[in-house]
Every structure is written in C-alpha cells, then in structure tokens.
C-alpha cells in the first residue's frame, strides 16, 4: 500500500476471531501512531500484511503465518472455509463430505479443526483426522471414504514461518477423471469468489463438535493398499530413511517393514515432527545440505540407499552409491528416479490399450522414450499434479521436483511414501541380482541415449526481478545452449491444443538440447530446467558420457544467466 489505510486495519482487528492475533495488529498499529523509534518498521510490516488478500489459486493458499489480510491465520482460514463450503453446497447440496488432514507445521492443527467447524455448521459431514499425518493419506481417504472434498493443511517443503491450504475434489463434485485430485481451474476462480463474498468473518458460523475423527482405521487401508503395490520377493537392502523433521517417519516406516524391510536406519534428529526444523535451512530434500546428516548416518553404516521424505511426505528424494559422486554417494535427480519408476510401471503396463504415462513439460522427455519403448502412450502436461493425475488412464506420473504418483486409481496426488516402497523394491531385486540402480541407469541410456537434466533456480527478494528476467528471454537474450544455436522458441503464454496458457518458455537447440523458463508458482523463484542428450555409442564409456552432459548442462547454466540479467 502507497498509504497506510489505518480504517481497514482497525476493521480486521473488529473481525479478527483470535485474540493472539488481534493483539499482534493491535501492537504494530500502536507501535505506529506513536512515532518515534520503531514506527517506521511497524508501518513498512503492517503495509505488507494488509497489502492485498492472500489469494486462493490452484495451490490453494501458501504464505507466511501471522495476522492481516496477506497471512496465514484462522481469520483468512475461516474465511476460505467458509467459502469452499458455500461452493459445496452449490455443487453438490447440503449433506456435502468433506475430509480435513493437517500436518505438524504451527497453526496446522487448529487451521483444520477451524475448517471442520465451519463446514459442520454448514451442515456437512466432516471427517477430521485426529492427529498430523502425510498429505498422500488425505488425499487417499478422499477416494477411500468417497467424499466430496478434501483440505490438506500443509506447507510441504516451505521454510517454518509457511503455512498453506490444499484442497481435492471428489465424489460428486467432480465426476470425470480429476475425480480426487487438486482444483484447477475454473474451479479456483468459484471457490476464490465465495470467499471474496464473506463480508464478516466473525459472522460465519461455527460449531463447537459434530464431526466424526478418523485415524487409525485410515492409514491401515492407506498402508494396506501401498504395500500390495510391490511384490513378494528380494527385500536384503539396508536403508537410510530421514523424514526431514516432518510427519512422514512413522508412516514410511511402517510401510517399509510391512513390505518386508528389515534394516531400516532412521535419521534420529529428523525424525519426529518439528515444525522449526532445526537441522536444515530449507525443508526440501532438494536444496543443498538436506541430506547431510542422512549421507553422514548412510557412510556409517554401509548402506545401500538413502530414501528422504520431503515434511508432508507428498515427495521422496533419493541417494545411491556412485563412484562419481561427492564420497561415493551420490542423489539422484527427480528425472532419474522418474525414468526408473517409469520404466518399472511402461513394463508392467507394455502394450496395455489406454495406459498412460505422463510428465509435466518441465520435467525429462526421457519418459516419451520410455513410453514408446514399451507400448504405452505418454502425455506431457504442465507443471503440477493436479494436471498430472487427471490424465485419462494414468497408470504413473512424475514431476522432476521429487513428485511421484505410483497409484493414481488410489492417490491422485505425488506420494512420497509408496514411491519409497517402489524404488527400495526395485533397488532389492537389483541388489540381488548383482546389479544396482546406476546399472539400470546406464542400461535406459544405451538404449535412448544420456537424457541429463540439471536445475536452475533463481531465488529472489524482489519480486519484480522474476518478470524481468522472463521480459529478458522474451526479447531474445538467449542465442544458443552449450554451442547450438537455438532451433526455436515456444511461448507457453499462448496456450496450444495440448496444453492451457501458462507464462512459460521452452527454448530448443539445433542439437536437441532444451530448457524450459517460468516462474515458480510457491516459492519467489524463477526457474529454469535444463536438458541435454548425449548419444551413447555401442561399448561407449558411460563415465565419459556422463562427463559430456555435465560439460554442456554447465555451458547452458551460463548461457541462461547471463540472457536472464538478473
């Protein structure tokens, strides 16, 4: 705000149903008015929480945790409550079921019980989950329970100040194949203007109980049916588990040793839930250092695998030993891991009529390969698996951000947890037969050639540095990608017959090298996704292979520097 609108702040102080957050407004707006030393930090912190509304998109809501109209807080989640129940009740009527999951993070617990009270005095059904658990069961008991919607209180891999706000539709609210999984639009638009149409929030009705509390009964369907997805055989594989201070240890263990895993090494100081996470500057098994402590724990024992949840478990990270790697360990990027899954779910499917196997666009065209290969089609979406997972006849999709979804008739969501099951069931059978996963690595590439990939993100504190960076690109800053001229350029921004409008660009070379440019939609980033083949010749070394596609992912990092000018 150019100017400090003091009459709406003391409006959402009257509104505010929360004491602790009243009193929070209340003291930056005295801090204030009364000049002097801090009065200038409260006015910059007060502008930037009453600076707009936190919006409601695909993703649902995400964003800091505190008062005012652009944070996390029962204020702006009651008020979102209230709004998708009103759009359940014009969906599918009155006696609309709604499930409510929440992680550990802080606020998760009563952002949850806030949304059951709301849609209770509704007069919904409600089923409240009694305790933190992994976002792959909620979205499981949405299809298990055949309720209408589900909410998912979670910030998955955000820092600790984060909090956010998922929601599913199912049922009867959507019939057709995104039966289960997240809104797109235009049902974010109608849910997004009921909660512009709350006037008061301390006027939406709320019950005190009256849903029912689901639990224990859930997560042994959910372990029941992620266990029968991986058979009976080798399972000699010594593993490393680490939930990153999240709420999937438990949960992941449990399905491990019930599929036959024995010894199973935790991360101690990640195990248990904690929503500061103390031992990691970003929760994401993605970013540089996470797996320190689970690498260190890998060395000591000798294993054979390291398996990394991300805090919701909706992500599975992984780690092999790799004599090219940092200390013969090496992590596996999400595009491997995806082609091993693919290739494991392309055979069991080989030549079955109407399955599928998808990707988002930003993620390996090693899968397309994959699919061709073995009879199957392949769609390419874009970015999220509320695209993903909506494919008509999905049998497996990824995402090169750690996403996977190995059962999409049951969870039409990434599920880090049964896709531990999978990887660790594949890297046994391996092991057992004197092989590994960098063997079948190596294999997929003599067959297709060396699909490399390689990330490239760009954090920011000034947001209008994303725009200007996409500006650059568009106006044709970038010539060409590790020596090859580009071949050409899409611009995702106009939509095609296959995909909707994103802002988005794909820049392809002459040699076939690729990246794909856009906007993070959680996080202030811009990210570029990087890809390289290298053809791989009959009895080629595969190290010297490897050491080409990372000379080029490296001259391709550059290139896109120095054409984003930011």
Not at 328 to 347: I, K, M, P, T
Not at 355 to 377: D, F, M, T, W, Y
């Amino acid at each position: 705000m150019a100017t400090l609108d003091e009459r709406l702040i003391e409006n959402w102080i009257a509104d505010d149903p929360d004491a602790g957050s009243r009193a929070e407004i209340e003291t930056l707006l005295a801090t204030y008015r009364a000049g002097g030393e801090g009065a200038a930090e409260a006015e910059a912190e007060l502008s930037d929480r009453f600076d707009g509304t936190l919006e409601f998109g695909t993703a649902g809501l995400r964003g800091k945790i505190g008062a005012g109209s652009n944070r996390m807080n029962r204020a702006v989640v009651i008020r979102a409550a209230a709004g998708l129940v009103a759009f359940l009740k014009e969906k599918v009527g009155d006696d609309f079921h709604l499930v409510v999951g929440f992680d550990a993070r802080h606020g998760s617990a009563q952002f949850a019980k806030d949304t059951a009270a709301v849609a209770v005095a509704a007069g919904g059904r409600v089923s409240l989950f009694d305790h933190n658990l992994p976002t792959p069961v909620t979205a499981f008991a949405l299809r298990h329970l055949n309720a209408d919607a589900a909410v998912m209180v979670t910030a998955s891999h955000n820092p600790p100040q984060d909090n956010g706000y998922k929601v599913y539709l199912g049922g009867r609210a959507v019939t057709d194949s995104g039966q289960g999984s997240q809104i797109v639009p235009p049902f974010d638009s109608e849910i997004f203007n009921q909660i512009k149409a709350v006037k008061s929030i301390k006027a939406v009705p709320m019950a005190e109980s009256g849903w029912e509390m689901i639990g224990d009964d859930i997560v042994e369907a959910y372990l029941d049916r992620a266990v029968s997805l991986v058979p009976e055989g080798a399972k000699d594989l010594r593993i490393v588990l680490t939930s990153m201070h999240g709420v999937g240890g438990e949960t992941s263990m449990k399905a491990l040793k019930r599929a036959g895993f024995s010894d199973i090494h935790v991360v101690e100081e990640q195990q248990e839930p904690d929503p500061n996470f103390p031992t990691v500057t970003f929760p994401n098994p993605e970013e540089p250092g996470a797996l320190d402590l689970a690498l260190a724990l890998a060395k000591k024992v000798d294993a054979d695998i390291i398996l990394a949840n991300d805090p919701d478990a909706d992500r599975m990270s992984a780690a092999i030993k790799d004599p090219r790697g940092v200390d013969g360990w090496r992590q596996l990027a999400g595009d491997e891991v995806g082609s091993l899954l693919g290739e494991q779910a392309a055979s069991e499917h080989a030549g079955e009529e109407g399955a599928v196997v998808a990707n988002s666009i930003v993620s390996s065209r090693l899968l397309s390969q994959i699919a061709k290969h073995h009879g199957v089609e392949y769609k390419a979406t874009l970015t999220g698996f509320k695209w993903i997972s909506r494919v008509p006849g999905v049998v497996f999709g990824y995402e090169e951000a750690l996403g996977y979804c190995v059962d999409p008739g049951f969870v039409r969501d990434k599920d880090g947890i049964s896709a531990c099951l999978k990887l660790a069931t594949m890297a046994a059978e391996r092991k057992a037969a004197g092989s590994s996963l960098l063997d079948e690595l190596d294999d997929l590439a003599r067959r297709h050639g060396l699909y490399a990939t390689a990330p490239l993100s760009i954090r920011v504190s000034d947001l209008s540095l994303i725009p200007k960076g996409m500006e650059n690109l568009r106006s044709g800053s970038l010539k060409e990608l590790a020596g090859s001229p580009l071949a050409s350029v899409v611009d995702l921004s106009e939509g095609s017959p296959e995909l909707p409008p994103t802002n988005g660009l794909i820049f392809n070379s002459e040699r076939g090298d690729r990246v794909v440019a856009r906007p993070s939609g959680t996080e202030p980033k811009l990210k570029c996704y990087l890809e390289t083949i290298v053809e791989v010749p009959e009895g080629a070394d595969m190290n010297e292979i490897r050491d080409e596609a990372d000379r080029r992912l490296a001259l391709m990092k550059q290139n896109m520097q120095e054409a984003l000018g930011i």
